[in-house]
Each structure stands twice: as structure tokens, then as C-alpha cells.
């Protein structure tokens, strides 16, 4: 994203941009010591860095863009809001509900259970579950989802999560008719007060922007543009604290070398500030 010149476009809409540089870098390798939660010590290990990371700048009154592979990151965001003093609440754009447990899937991708661990579900992995010492991170009714496919791209103990819990979810239909609209629902969802946003980017329709690490999503989802509309209505709220992206790989984007940069350009539309908003933000 740096590459292909995202610190430079949120420039050029009149943000002040602070880029506070990389945490760890950590790849996924084959984990045969935890084949159903691949790589647990390091996505804890990960999770607890960002954590203080995202804490002590959000406290400063930072406006944070959280760039990450794992989706597992709205995790640390979720941490990072508590420990800056604030209830964590999050607005999860995705095309899946990420509640499996390493007991409920035998896929073994932790990226298809940051929700599941944040809410500390029962079978959720411990490590992860208490990386931040925060346990659990994230209340049910702290959470909603926006883009959401329950039919297609979801288990059936996820689906039973959602009723048990009472999730409020905005689904992918609802957000490709009126993007603006239906951004506004999950917003409403949750509490006035401070609230983060994870982008998982295999919420696009892969078609339009083939740039996710997850090539299912063809002919469904919302375009970049249409994503925009969202994205504008909850980062432009006052409350919005930051905004956290997952998933994204570069070796598909190559695809489609517009993919990147409407995506860049969109975030700085969305991230804009109003003329009397303070106009700082943090990668």
C-alpha cells in the first residue's frame, strides 16, 4: 500500500499524515503443532503488539489506518480502544462472520475466527483469547456487521452464534442496494460513542478489484466505489476512532494494477476531513 502510494494520496487530501512505521512482520507458515489454529502463538504475540501500539496512540488522540495481513488485527484495534479508556465497539465489513473456533472447523485459518476470540467464545483458542490480558476483548452488543453473505459464506455454528447472541448483522444485499444506508444501520447499531471499523477487502466483488486473499467472492459483494459510500458515512462520523485492513494480497492484485489505486483513492475520499474536523491520522 505504501508502494503504491497511499501515504501520499491521504496527503494530498489535506490530512496530516503521521506514518508510525511496522510492528513485527510475521508470515503464515504450515503450523503441524496447532493444525486447527495455525500459528496461535504468533497471531497472540501479534495481537498483543498491536494492542499497545494502537492503545498508546489512541490515546495521544490519534486517528488510526492499521494496515495488517490477519483479520485477527481488529482484534488488537479492539484492544487498543480498551486500553486507551474506551469501550471497544467495531463495525466489521466483511464478506464472512469470522466466529468459527478451532473446535468448530477443521480449517484451521485463524483469520476465520478473530470474531470468535475477540467475543471469547466457548472452543476459542486460550492463547489468543488472553493475549491482551483483557479477557474477553469485545460484548456482543459491541459488535455489528456490515457486508456480511450469512447465506453462502458462513458455518452453520456460526449462523447459530449469531442468534444465540443476538449480532446485529447488515448483510451484503443490503449494502450493495444503498451503501450509504445500510452504513448508517450498523452505525445506529452501536452506542454514541468512540468505535473502530475493520475492512476485511474480500468484501469487494473479486471481479472489480481482485486484490483479497480469498478469490471465492466473484459476481457478489460491492464494488470499490460502491464500499466508498460506506466507508464515508462511518469514518466521517465524529466518534470513528480508526479503521483497520485485512487480507489483502498484493500477488493478486497484480491482476488488475487499477485495483490499488482506486482502493487508496477511495480511502482518502472516505478519510477527507470536514473543513472543521482535526485533520490527523496515523498509519
Do not use: K
Amino acid at each position: 500500500m505504501r508502494e503504491a502510494g497511499l501515504v501520499e494520496a491521504l496527503r494530498a487530501t489535506g490530512l496530516e499524515v503521521v506514518d508510525a512505521g511496522d510492528l513485527t512482520m510475521r508470515r503464515w507458515r504450515p503450523d503441524p503443532s496447532h493444525p486447527f489454529a495455525q500459528n496461535v502463538d504468533e497471531e497472540a504475540r501479534a495481537t498483543a503488539e498491536l494492542a499497545g501500539a494502537a492503545g498508546r496512540l489512541l490515546g495521544e488522540g490519534r486517528r488510526l489506518l492499521v494496515l495488517g495481513g490477519s483479520c485477527v488485527v481488529a482484534v488488537g484495534m479492539c484492544a487498543g480502544m480498551r486500553i486507551a479508556g474506551a469501550r471497544p465497539q467495531l463495525v466489521y465489513v466483511d464478506r464472512h462472520l469470522d466466529l468459527n473456533t478451532p473446535s468448530s472447523t477443521a480449517e484451521g485459518s485463524l483469520s476465520w475466527m478473530g470474531m470468535a476470540h475477540a467475543l471469547g467464545l466457548e472452543g476459542a483458542a486460550p492463547e489468543l483469547v488472553d493475549a491482551t490480558g483483557r479477557t474477553p476483548v469485545l460484548s456482543p452488543r459491541d459488535l455489528v456487521y456490515l457486508g456480511a453473505d450469512p447465506t453462502n459464506e458462513t458455518t452453520q455454528w456460526e449462523r447459530d452464534r449469531i442468534d444465540e447472541l443476538g449480532i446485529e448483522v447488515v448483510d451484503q444485499a443490503a449494502m450493495c442496494a444503498d451503501p450509504a444506508h445500510a452504513a448508517a444501520r450498523a452505525r445506529a447499531h452501536l452506542t454514541d460513542e468512540p468505535f473502530v471499523v475493520h475492512l476485511d477487502v474480500d468484501v469487494l466483488d473479486f471481479l472489480d478489484a481482485p486484490i483479497a486473499e480469498n478469490v471465492n467472492g466473484r459476481n457478489s459483494g460491492p464494488t470499490i466505489s460502491v464500499l466508498g459510500r460506506s466507508l464515508a458515512v462511518l469514518i466521517g462520523d465524529p466518534q470513528c476512532w480508526g479503521l483497520s485492513i485485512g487480507q489483502l494480497d498484493p500477488n493478486h492484485a497484480i491482476s488488475d494494477p487499477t485495483a490499488l489505486p482506486r482502493l487508496i483513492a477511495t480511502l482518502g475520499a472516505a478519510l477527507t476531513p470536514a473543513p472543521s474536523a482535526d485533520g490527523e491520522l496515523t498509519t
